[in-house]
């Protein structure tokens, strides 16, 4: 399987970080070496010493396909769950600076921490869910779909151009404003809607 991302994908995170707004959606990948499932603890690693979190819906492909189709492209997820798409900020402003890519600062070991999926059914209308981040109990991040600059088909239609998308493949849709730093110690909760899926602790 493979993870996919998009960057850039909420006008207000877009400011908060002086970003261009792009006319395509900003495209990276996360080896599947970075998913941390099932609440397990993150450690902070050494070699950064800023990590943000970032909370995003992540759909889940259920069928193979390439070149799809913007309107045929609901029928190739059918789950979604809520993740964390950790970035090493200083990492990624280095690789920025240099014109570098971001392999390291988004791919690195545990940095998607994702929750159970849960059937797209569930959920009344997908272009209007809410979904957010607690930190120490507090909100941090708060997003609804019906704000993403690309939304779930035009990017599994996008993606589908130059990645034969394959059953289990996950995709990050982006993060909304409120990204800051992790420490060590703090517990990080993941919602959509009110429901809790997702419980990271940072040791
Ligand atoms: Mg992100």
Redesign the pocket.
């Known amino acids: 399987m493979k993870i996919l ?1 998009i ?1 850039r994908n909420y006008a207000d995170h877009i400011k908060e970080l002086n970003n261009e707004r792009p006319d395509q959606p900003v495209i990276f990948t996360k080896p599947d070496t970075a998913l941390l499932k099932k609440n397990a603890n993150f450690y902070y690693p050494d070699y950064t010493s800023d990590i943000h979190h ?1 909370v ?1 819906l992540v759909i889940r492909i259920c069928k193979v396909g390439k070149n799809i189709d913007e309107r045929f492209a609901h029928k190739y997820y059918d789950h979604i769950g809520i993740g964390l ?1 950790f ?1 090493a900020r200083d990492l990624q402003q280095h690789a920025k600076e240099k014109g570098l890519p971001w392999a390291i600062a988004k791919g690195f070991d545990g940095s998607a921490p994702i929750s159970e999926f849960v059937p797209i059914s569930k959920y009344n209308d997908l272009d209007d869910l809410n979904f957010s981040l607690k930190v120490d109990g507090e909100v941090k991040q708060k997003g609804n779909t019906s704000l993403m600059l690309f939304g779930f088909n035009y990017m599994v239609a996008y993606l589908s151009k130059f990645f034969t998308l394959k059953k289990g493949d996950l995709i ?1 849709t ?2 909304p404003k409120g990204v800051g730093p992790i420490t060590i110690g703090q517990k990080l909760e993941g919602y959509i809607e009110d429901e809790k899926l997702l419980e990271v602790l940072i040791k």
């Open positions: 991302a960057g970032e995003e798409d970035t990050f982006g993060t």
